[in-house]
């Protein structure tokens, strides 16, 4: 009898534990400031920061080359984190966000500027999504691609080839 309820209790536990697990929210919610901080935190690493909404439908074809890219960098010291962009009082977005980013499976920090949208694309020097910052392991901005210019769009391409320079395998630009 003994044997059968310490099954059920682990049993119990084990599903528990899932669903405690399918409930955690991919997204952490993120001032400016603590944006900076957490920024900060993967140094000395290069970082990627894919900045994406669940409005820009450019954003969400990239992200799962992101993703891919993410995988084959990582052993190569390249962390690539996502800022979400989308209305942080928007419930419906943000759970648009979170269903996309359980679906793409991206083994990266997730995050949502926790700030006015207006104001948060002000303190990124944005003005519009896509847009993809690289930092270099020294901390320093070393790349910023954008959608600013609708006559110079970047692609994956583009990416690859400022991280492969970063790492110093100078590939040229595609």
């Known amino acids: 009898m003994a044997i059968t309820l310490a099954r059920r209790i682990a049993f119990v536990s084990l599903v528990a534990s899932m669903l405690a697990a399918a409930d955690t929210d991919p997204l952490q919610r993120v001032n400016f400031d603590t944006w900076k901080?957490?920024?900060a935190s993967y140094r000395p690493e290069i970082v990627v920061v894919d900045m994406w909404a669940t409005w820009c439908s450019s954003c969400l074809t990239r992200f799962p080359k992101m993703v891919d890219m993410s995988r084959r960098y990582a052993p190569q010291g390249v962390q690539f984190v996502s800022l979400s962009l989308d209305?942080?009082?928007d419930a419906r977005s943000l759970a648009a966000a979170r269903t996309f980013l359980r679906k793409q499976q991206a083994p990266f920090d997730h995050y949502l500027m926790d700030e006015r949208m207006d104001i948060a694309f002000d303190k990124l020097k944005l003005l519009g999504i896509p847009a993809v910052v690289i930092y270099g392991s020294d901390g320093a901005e070393a790349v910023r691609l954008t959608g600013d210019n609708p006559?110079?769009?970047?692609?994956?391409?583009?990416v690859e080839a400022a991280i492969e320079r970063l790492l110093g395998n100078l590939r040229p630009a595609a």
């Open 37 to 39: 901080s957490r920024l």
């Open 151 to 158: 006559n110079d769009q970047f692609d994956e391409r583009d």
């Open 87 to 89: 209305d942080r009082d």
